[in-house]
């Protein structure tokens, strides 16, 4: 299995940092990342319902999601950090085959349905700043794939220092926020003793908690926090996990802020009003400065909101890249998979919008709060037995009483998402026309949910893991290296993508060469910059990849093997068969993945274009 999200892997060194605040200071950036996650556009929706409906009183649920939240973080953190698998990678080692691809599927669904509000955030954002139709913002938002590329080619430290100023812009604009509401000190501090007003505040506050602990970032910071590279060591991993605690911290509290801050802003301004029903961002928006008194409310709103959907567009196609490649173990072109998350989004919102109108949208950013709230419990639940595990964490695993209190979160979650599912089912039950369709599709759906959370809470307790963990070797190359003399060529290319068809290829080209041949590993750099300047590139992902090609080459020449490397740039149809053609070689080795069809064409499969191009053997090793 490949290391998580290759391209940016330990490429930010925490060592040598003269001071302890500059080592603090190199581990900082992650945590930011995954809290606009916590402050996206589903959130405001959320928020804002409850504050123009309840007034103060739901504020107790942000404050104890926030705490649930920073626990969660960090048990993903420590994951990352300990053991170097994301959890889609440590599902996927701990699970069957089908219970992952369901977890996947569950995993894309979260994806979609944050990615709605993110989407219909933006749009609303600029409609309301630069009166553009929302339907025309809506389609808008397909720019921002392009975005994202060019950060992630300029290097993770880059993408984090434009997330965190997205993130005080946000931080700052409700500052003044507050200032222009005033809020009641009193009250707000009477909103953080827990009380639920009514049956009707129950599918606010699971909103609130589907939009504040969401499932993707539990992906997401796994995975983020092994872009650092550190001493390995137990007292390195300490070190570690301390320092991510503090970025944790700090960076998840400021989203509560922000949070806090439209929800008191909703108290204050309509609910204190007697406008009870605020829960469209637009209402929201258009009410702000008849009724604080300055024109820069709403501005400062709309710009909050634009800078919140374009931060957390960002994470959620780095959370989507995350789940793909753990779960399914497939490697495709980074702008397929954003175009893909992004068009799952944008379809139902123009949709609906175009049926419906513009009105429905706040209420189906809060549907998408509550589908993401139904999604925690399968990626809670695993990520509690992964940290608990005493093997697989090295001796880092969690205490007995963190344990205790990680289930009693899980617990409270599940509780309230299944009394949410059985009232909605009930409420559908007594008003449909056709009951029995549901008692046949509905019901045996959600009891088919009900089953597989209990057999991902006790499978873990009864079995081992499939897969050791604990080896850390590029992508788990324990083998019997072959020293077989069967074969009579010994100029041999393999060409290799950094994914596990590449032991299978490695090895079928050690059969055929034995000890004596030649080997020459090929990888092919895909990037933007790589298609446009071919071998005068020189982005972040150059980087990463000849550093891979160079860690194999020295891996394989330890094992006695006369190995050279050789990258290539832009197309890897093109680019293969150039140095193929160009080289001396007497046959080319290529792993596959087992794909056909219209499987090659979407995971960018080169095999069949390749073969016609090149004017030797072509020797096919099946995944």
């Given at each position: 299995m490949?290391?998580s999200?290759?391209?940016?892997h330990?490429?930010?060194?925490t060592?040598?940092k ?5 080592k603090?200071?190199a581990?900082f ?15 405001w929706?959320?928020?804002?319902a409850g504050g ?9 649920v942000?404050?104890m999601?926030?705490i ?9 953190a420590r ?14 080692e ?18 979609a349905?944050?990615?709605?509000a ?16 929302l339907?025309?913002?809506?389609m808008?938002?397909?720019?921002d794939?392009f975005l994202?590329l060019f950060?992630?080619?300029?290097g993770m430290?880059k ?5 965190i100023?997205?993130v005080a812009?946000i931080?700052f ?13 009193g ?8 009380t639920l007003p ?7 506050a ?11 970032n539990?992906?997401?910071h796994?995975s983020l926090?092994q872009t650092?590279k ?11 996990l301390?320092y991510?605690?503090i970025?944790s911290t700090?960076?998840?509290?400021l989203a509560f802020?922000?949070n806090?801050?439209i929800l008191i ?5 309509f609910?204190?009003n007697g ?5 469209e ?9 008849p ?26 196609t ?5 789940i793909?490649e ?5 490697r495709i072109?980074p702008w397929?998979r954003?175009?893909?998350t992004?068009l799952?989004?944008?379809v ?6 175009s ?6 949208t706040?209420?189906m950013l809060?549907?998408?709060q509550?589908i ?9 639940i695993?990520l509690?037995?992964?940290v ?8 880092l695993?969690?205490s007995?009483?963190?344990?205790i209190v990680?289930?009693i ?28 369709i ?8 959600a ?7 209990l ?14 963990i604990?080896?850390h ?5 324990k083998l019997n290296?072959s020293?077989?003399e069967s ?18 290829a490695i090895?079928s ?8 041949a030649n080997y020459?590993?090929?990888?092919v ?20 990849d ?7 080459q020295?891996m ?16 890897p149809?093109?680019a293969?068969?150039?140095?193929i053609?160009e ?10 993945h ?17 073969r ?9 090793v099946?995944?």
């Amino acid at each position: 299995m490949g290391k998580s999200l290759e391209e940016v892997h330990e490429s930010i060194s925490t060592q040598g940092k003269t001071t302890r605040f500059r080592k603090i200071l190199a581990f900082f950036g992650p945590a930011y990342l995954i809290s606009v996650g916590y402050m996206d556009p589903g959130n405001w929706a959320t928020d804002l319902a409850g504050g123009s409906q309840f007034g103060y009183s739901l504020l107790w649920v942000l404050l104890m999601s926030n705490i649930m939240a920073l626990l969660l973080q960090s048990l993903s953190a420590r994951l990352g950090i300990v053991t170097q698998r994301d959890l889609a990678q440590a599902s996927r080692e701990t699970y069957s085959k089908p219970i992952n691809y369901i977890l996947y599927f569950l995993a894309e669904i979260s994806i979609a349905a944050c990615d709605l509000a993110e989407v219909l955030g933006m749009a609303i954002g600029l409609n309301l700043l630069f009166d553009i139709p929302l339907i025309q913002g809506v389609m808008i938002t397909v720019l921002d794939t392009f975005l994202l590329l060019f950060l992630i080619n300029k290097g993770m430290r880059k993408m984090e220092a434009f997330i965190i100023a997205l993130v005080a812009i946000i931080g700052f604009s409700f500052v003044f926020e507050m200032i222009f509401a005033q809020p009641e000190v009193g009250k707000v501090l009477t909103g953080l003793i827990p009380t639920l007003p009514s049956e009707d505040a129950l599918y606010i506050a699971i909103g609130i908690i589907g939009a504040t602990v969401m499932p993707h970032n539990l992906y997401l910071h796994s995975s983020l926090v092994q872009t650092r590279k550190f001493d390995r060591s137990k007292e390195g991993n300490k070190q570690a996990l301390k320092y991510n605690f503090i970025d944790s911290t700090i960076a998840l509290n400021l989203a509560f802020f922000v949070n806090a801050a439209i929800l008191i802003l909703a108290a204050a301004t309509f609910h204190k009003n007697g406008l009870f029903e605020v829960a469209e961002i637009q209402d929201a928006h258009r009410l702000l400065e008849p009724m604080l008194g300055t024109q820069w409310a709403p501005v400062l709103f709309a710009v909050a909101l634009i800078a919140a959907g374009q931060s957390s567009t960002i994470t959620g196609t780095l959370a989507g890249q995350i789940i793909m490649e753990g779960y399914l173990n497939l490697r495709i072109q980074p702008w397929i998979r954003r175009i893909i998350t992004r068009l799952i989004a944008i379809v139902p919102a123009v949709i609906v919008i175009s049926v419906f109108g513009e009105s429905v949208t706040g209420k189906m950013l809060i549907l998408s709060q509550v589908i993401l709230s139904l999604q925690l419990g399968f990626a809670i639940i695993p990520l509690i037995h992964f940290v608990s595990d005493k093997s697989k964490m090295k001796g880092l695993h969690i205490s007995r009483t963190t344990q205790i209190v990680s289930w009693i979160i899980a617990l409270i979650i599940v509780s309230l998402n299944a009394k949410l599912v059985y009232n909605e089912i009930q409420g559908w039950l007594e008003t449909s026309e056709n009951p029995i369709i549901l008692w046949f599709t509905i019901v045996p759906l959600a009891l088919g949910f009900l089953f597989l959370l209990l057999y991902i809470v006790f499978k873990p307790f009864v079995t081992k893991a499939k897969h050791n963990i604990d080896n850390h070797s590029p992508h788990n190359f324990k083998l019997n290296f072959s020293k077989t003399e069967s074969y009579d060529k010994k100029n041999i290319a393999v060409s290799v993508d950094f994914s596990d068809a590449d032991e299978i290829a490695i090895n079928s080209a050690f059969e055929l060469g034995g000890s004596q041949a030649n080997y020459t590993l090929i990888h092919v750099v895909e990037t933007v910059g790589a298609m446009i300047y071919g071998g005068n590139t020189d982005d972040h992902e150059t980087t990463i990849d000849e550093k891979l090609l160079m860690e194999y080459q020295e891996m394989l020449v330890t094992e006695g093997y006369k190995v050279a490397i050789q990258l290539g740039f832009g197309k890897p149809t093109k680019a293969i068969s150039k140095i193929i053609n160009e080289g001396n070689f007497d046959i080319l080795v290529m792993g596959t993945h087992g794909h056909t069809g219209f499987k090659d064409l979407l995971f960018v499969t080169t095999v069949d274009k390749v073969r016609h191009e090149i004017h030797i053997p072509l020797f096919l090793v099946k995944n």
